[in-house]
C-alpha cells in the first residue's frame, strides 16, 4: 500500500512537472512568435487601394481607374443576404469565436494526417479573423509558424476590434478573380450590379470565390462554378438563413455573369476619359489615381457626346468615301471554320454599328458576308455564325481609287468584293431611314482625321470632346495634342484685337494686290485672297470678314502691329508665344482645337476669360471635395435659418476681363454675317443664332469652323494626321468640309432650344448704314442696309474718299494711280471719325 501510495506521488509529480513544462513550452512558443508579430493595430487606420471612378453629368459611369479593383463599403451598406453568404461559406461560426474555430482546427488536422505524405495542399481551418490576419499582416507561406502567428493575431485582433470591424476588413480586401478586390467591386465585374440587387444564387457564387476564384471562373469552369455555388446555397438553407423555396428557386437558376469593362463606359467617350485620366494624374500622381478611391465628376454631357461623335465620323466617312474605296483591308483564307481565323484579326471595338466581316462568295449582285463572332467571357470565340448579303446599294460609292477603272461606278458587287476580302460592314437603310433586313453597306476605315470640342462658353466647361475617328485605333487625342494652323479661323482674333483699340465694323480698309518684303534673303511675300486674283478695293471690316480677304487682314495687321495681335492671341490663349511675322495674322501658327473653342468662347460670354476644364468636382474616398473647377462666389446661398425674405443670392464672377464686352457683342456680329452670308452659309441652315468662322490652311491641308449660338461652342478641324491637301477649290475649303458637320451637330444640339439672339451689351448703338460701304444710311434708306453696332463715341461716316497712299507713319499720300500698291501701302478709315488717312 505504501508502494502505491509512493507510486502515485511519483506520477502526480512526474505529471506536475510534464505539465509545468509543457506550458513552459507553449508560453516561450508565444513568447518566440509573439516577439516578431506586426503590429495590427495598424487595421484601425486601414485605407485599402480603392479605384477612382469617373462619372458624366447625369451620374452615368464614365470610366474606372485602379490596380486592384475594389469599391470600400461599410459593413452597414452590406446587405445581410452577403454576409450569411460568406458566413456560411467560410466561417459558420464567426460571431460565436474568439478568433480560432477549435472544431474546425481539430478537422484540418485529421485530414493533414491523413494526407500526410501525399504532397497534397494542407485544407486551412482559418477563420474569417484568421484571413484577415493573413491578408492584411501576413505572407501566403504555407508552414506551421505562420499559422500559429496567424492564430496569436486573430486573438489579439478579437480583442481590439468589433466583430462588425474585422468583418468589414473581409469583406473589402478579399480577391474574388477578374481583377475584382472586395463585393462591391466583384458585384459589378460579374454581375453589374450592386450588392443590394445580388440575387441568393448570384450572393452564393461571390461567397464561394474567395479560397479559389481562378478554379471557381464562371466559363472555363462553369460547372464547377455551379458546384460551389450550389454547396453554399446548400449552407444557408441548413443554417436557416434562406427558405427552402428560396434555395430551390437559387440551384436552378444559371450562372450567367457580365462582360464589364474597365475602360470608358460612356459610348463615344473614350478620348474624353483619357483626358481626364491624364489630368488627375497629373494633379495627384499615380498612387492617388489608381488607389485613391477619388470619385471625380466630369463636365460630359453623354447625349451631346453622342451627337458630337455621330456628326463628326459621318463628315470624316463621308468626306473619305468621296475619294474611293482603296480595297480590302486584308485577305483570309474562308476554307473551314472562317469565324476562327476572323476573330484572330483586330477589329476596332468602338466604331459601332460598324462590325468586321469576311467575304465569303460573290455575284454580280450581291455578295455574302460572314461576320466575326464575339468572344466570351473567358476569352472563347462563340461557335455562333452570322452572315449578311451585301448587294449593288450597299457599293454606290465604292469607285476604285487606282487602275483603269479609277473613278467609276461599279456595276456589279464581283467588281469591288472578292472571296475572302476582310472589309468592315453596317446595316443597310432605305431614304426613309429603316433598316432592310439582312443586307449591309460596305464601310472603310477614314484615313483622314479631325476633332471637335464642345464647349459651355460661359463657364469653359467641355460637354463632349471627339478626339479622332476610333480612340482603339489611336490613342492619339487630336482635339487637345494636335496643334495644327488654324488659317482663316484665327481671323476673328486680328478684328477683335482692332475693334478694341479704336476701329468700328464700318472701318474701310483696301483689298489690293500687296507685297511683303522679308528681308535677310527672304524674298517678297505676295499673300492672296482665296478668289485668286480677284480684288474690291475699299471694302469694310464686315465685308472683309465675312469673305475671308487674306489682303485686307494683312493690312490691318500692318496697322495695329503685330505685337498688338500676339497680345490678343496670348489673351485668348490661342498661342503663348506669336512671332511678329504677317503671316501670322492669317493663322499660319500652330495650335488646338480646344485652344480655339476657348478663345471664341471669350468672345461668346462677352469676354470674361475662361478655363476649359473637363471636371467639375473631385471627392477624396471620405466624400470631401478636393478640387472644384467653378470658382465664384454665391453671396447669400448658405443664409441661415431658411427663407426670411433676404435679397436673392448672387454670384460673384471675378474672372478677368480678356475682351471689352462691346467689342465681343461686335466681333459676334461679324460672324453672324459670315453664317448668314459669308463663307459658312451652310450653318444658316440650323435656324438659330450662329455666328462663326471658316478656316482653310496653305495647300489646303487643315479645314476648320469654330462658332458659337448664345450657350454652346464648337470648334472643328479635319486634316491628315501626317497633312497632305485634302482637295482642290471650294471642296476642300473649311466651309465645304468642316461647316458641314458643324450645322449636323447643332442642328442635334439645339433642337430643342429656342431660337435666342446674342445679348446687346449695355452702351451699344445700333446704326443703320449701308451694307457694302458701312457709310451711314440716309433717312427712309432701307434697300441694302443693315444694322451695325457703335460702341459710344464712335459712328458710321457720311462719306468718305480715298485720298491717298499711305506713307511709312500711315499718314495719308497722293491718290493711287494703279491697283498695284507698294508694300507698305493701305487705306483705313480712321474709327469714329469717317476720316481716311
Known sequence: MRLLVRFMGFLFAAGTVVFLVGVG?????????????????????????????VHAVDGSLLGEYAKERR??????????????????????????????????????????????????????????????AKNFLLTNEVSFSRKIKEALLAMRIEKTYSKDKILELYLNEIYLGLGAYGIAAASLVYFDKSVNELTVAEASYLAALPKMPATLHPVRNRDRAIERRNYVIDRLLENGWIKQADADKARKEPLAVTNRSGGAHTFAGEYFAEEVRRDIFERYGEKK?????????????????????????????????????RGAMSKLDTSGDWGVKLAEIKSLSDISPWRMAVVLETSDQSARIGFQPP???????????????????????????TGPAKGRTATAVSQVLQPGDVIYADPLYTKEGQPVEGQYRLRQIPEVSGAMVVMDPWTG??????????????????????????????????????????????????????????????????????????????????????????????????????????????????????????????????????????????????????????????????????????????????????????????LIDRREQVLDSMTAYQITELMEGVVQAGTATVVKEVGKPIAGKTGTTNEAKDAWFVGFSPDV???????????????????????????????????????????????????????????????????????????????????????????????????????????????????????????LY
Open 713 to 835: 461652342a464648337v470648334a472643328i478641324y479635319m486634316g491628315y494626321d501626317k497633312p497632305r491637301a485634302l482637295g482642290k477649290g471650294n471642296a476642300a475649303t473649311g466651309g465645304h468640309l468642316a461647316a458641314p458637320i458643324a450645322r449636323d451637330f447643332l442642328k442635334l444640339a439645339l433642337a430643342d432650344k429656342p431660337a435666342v439672339p446674342f445679348k446687346v451689351p449695355a452702351g451699344i448703338k445700333l446704326v443703320r448704314v449701308v451694307a457694302k460701304t458701312g457709310m451711314r444710311a440716309g433717312p427712309g434708306e432701307t434697300g441694302g442696309t443693315i444694322l451695325e453696332a457703335f460702341k459710344p463715341g464712335t459712328a458710321p461716316p457720311d462719306n468718305y474718299s480715298v485720298i491717298g497712299v499711305a506713307d511709312a507713319d500711315g499718314r495719308g499720300g497722293g491718290v493711287p494711280t494703279s491697283q498695284q500698291q507698294q508694300p507698305d501701302s493701305g487705306f483705313f478709315m480712321r474709327p469714329g471719325t469717317g476720316g
Open 289 to 325: 489615381l489608381y488607389e485613391g478611391g477619388l470619385s471625380v465628376r466630369t463636365t460630359l454631357d453623354p447625349k451631346i457626346q453622342v451627337m458630337a461623335r455621330k456628326t463628326m465620323v459621318s463628315g470624316l466617312v463621308n468626306y473619305d468615301e468621296q475619294q474611293g474605296y
Open 461 to 650: 466647361r467641355v460637354l463632349a470632346m471627339v478626339g479622332g475617328f476610333s480612340f482603339d485605333q489611336s490613342q492619339f487625342n487630336r482635339a487637345t495634342q494636335a496643334y495644327r494652323q488654324p488659317g482663316s479661323s484665327f481671323k476673328p482674333i486680328v478684328y477683335s484685337a482692332a475693334l478694341d483699340n479704336g476701329y468700328t465694323p464700318s472701318t474701310v480698309v483696301l483689298d489690293a494686290p500687296i507685297e511683303i518684303d522679308q528681308g535677310q534673303g527672304a524674298g517678297v511675300w505676295r499673300p492672296e485672297n482665296f478668289s485668286s486674283g480677284k480684288f474690291q478695293g475699299p471694302v469694310t471690316l464686315r465685308n472683309a470678314l465675312r469673305q475671308s480677304l487674306n489682303t485686307v487682314t494683312v493690312r490691318l495687321a500692318q496697322d495695329i502691329g503685330m505685337p498688338l495681335i500676339g497680345e490678343y492671341a496670348r489673351r485668348f490663349g490661342v498661342y503663348d508665344e506669336l512671332p511678329n511675322y504677317l503671316s501670322y495674322a492669317l493663322g499660319a501658327g500652330e495650335t488646338t482645337a480646344m485652344r480655339m473653342v476657348t478663345a471664341y468662347s471669350m468672345i461668346a460670354n462677352g469676354g470674361r476669360r475662361v478655363k476649359p476644364t473637363l471636371i467639375d468636382r473631385i471627392q477624396d474616398r471620405y466624400g470631401r471635395t478636393i478640387f472644384k473647377h467653378d470658382q465664384r462666389e454665391c453671396r447669400g446661398c448658405d443664409a441661415p435659418g431658411g427663407w426670411k425674405n433676404q435679397a436673392e443670392p448672387q
Open 375 to 401: 468572344r466570351e467571357l473567358g476569352g472563347a470565340i462563340s461557335k455562333q455564325r452570322e452572315t449578311g448579303l451585301i448587294t449593288l446599294d450597299g457599293i454606290k460609292w465604292a469607285k476604285p481609287t
Open 71 to 132: 469599391l470600400y463599403l461599410p459593413i452597414q451598406a452590406v446587405p445581410k443576404l452577403v454576409i450569411n453568404a460568406f458566413l456560411a461559406a467560410e466561417d459558420k461560426n464567426f460571431y460565436e469565436h474568439g478568433g480560432i474555430d477549435y472544431t474546425g482546427m481539430a478537422r484540418a488536422g485529421v485530414l493533414y494526417l491523413q494526407n500526410f505524405g501525399s504532397n497534397r495542399r494542407p485544407q486551412g481551418a482559418s477563420t474569417i479573423t484568421q484571413q484577415v
Open 25 to 53: 513550452a507553449v508560453a516561450g512558443l508565444i513568447w518566440h512568435f509573439s516577439k516578431d508579430l506586426p503590429d495590427y493595430s495598424q487595421l484601425q487606420d486601414y485605407e485599402p487601394p480603392v479605384m477612382t471612378r
